[in-house]
């Protein structure tokens, strides 16, 4: 079996180039990235394949030139789950983009919450091998140590309280896990969020 180099080099550029696009935040580069690995991926198929070979008739033709039919079929069930990505991806951004103006993907407030869990967890630690080493503990050092103690555990807590009221959003299930129509909050008078969205 033989692989044009030209194929394989071009479905390695569209596969590298669609992974870079989907690391990014904005959601139409993740659907162009996401498009262009899937064509990477169905090129590197078909080309894996080798040279075309003679078609699967019933007589006449040796199994040895018969042009392998799997890859096919599988590159063509790739370009239709493509497909079904590619439109979620786009109502996804169109959505983000109705509710939000961009189609930028935010942090997640939980992984920023046990990111911070982490990095104070890891900055008390240091801090209580430092107080530890000391031989001498003075008046000063303790009080430097309650204080420093007590900014990490009141950083613990403003978070906390953030995320508390981040839950406590607009009281609606429904608008708030989905997200309203803009026509929806047009017709509250008493909701000031028809002018944002």
Known sequence: MTMSASLLATAVVLC???GMLMLTRPLTRILLGAVIAGNGINLLVLSATGSAGAAPLLYGVPL???TDPLPQAIALTAIVITLATTAFLLAMAY???QLTGTDEVHDDLEDRRVFLRAEVLGERAELREEF???AGRTRAERARYRAERHRLRSRLRADRALQARGRDAGG???HDVLGAD???YVNHEDDDRGAAG
Request: proline fraction near 6%; charge should be positive.
């Open 182 to 184: 803009p026509e929806d």
């Open 95 to 97: 959505r983000s983009h």
């Open 64 to 66: 040895r030139r018969v």
């Open 16 to 18: 590298a180039v669609g």
């Open 172 to 174: 609606d299930l429904w």
């Open 132 to 134: 530890r080493s000391g």
